[in-house]
């Protein structure tokens, strides 16, 4: 069993920056065995992929949406994924789950394990 808890959301401008964590527990955890992703839900719609992360950070994928203003980056040491989102606009808002799954999985059909949610608000 893996337990996700996601954190650092919040209400922020148009072009601001913030930067989500995603701390993975539980018994006997290998973390560095897992992909690591980003999904997002806005009200109304379905929750979409945002990125991906190999368990060894050797391979991203992103969503077209977010390339060039997201980065995704992993500590397997600390058990953590990050999620950097710079730029944001009003179209960013959303509840942001964090997610694993293997390696084969990584992108927008992984989704083995999910966290709560951390919700995001970005104001024009």
């Known amino acids: 069993q893996v337990q996700l808890v996601e954190s650092g959301g919040g209400l922020v401008q148009t072009g601001s920056s913030l930067r989500l964590s995603c701390a993975a527990s539980?018994?006997?955890?290998?973390?560095?065995?897992?992909?690591m992703g980003w999904f997002r839900q806005a009200p109304g719609k379905e929750r979409e992929f945002v990125a991906g992360i190999t368990s060894n950070g050797g391979r991203t994928e992103f969503a077209r949406s977010v390339k060039g203003r997201f980065t995704i980056s992993r500590d397997n040491a600390r058990k953590t994924v990050y999620l950097q989102m710079n730029n944001l606009e009003p179209e960013d808002t959303a509840v942001y789950f964090c997610?694993?799954?293997?390696?084969?999985?990584?992108?927008?059909?992984?989704?083995?394990?999910w966290g709560q949610g951390t919700q995001v608000t970005v104001s024009s």
């Open positions: 539980g018994p006997g955890l290998a973390f560095s065995r897992y992909a």
């Open positions: 997610t694993s799954d293997s390696d084969r999985k990584m992108g927008a059909t992984m989704g083995s394990y």
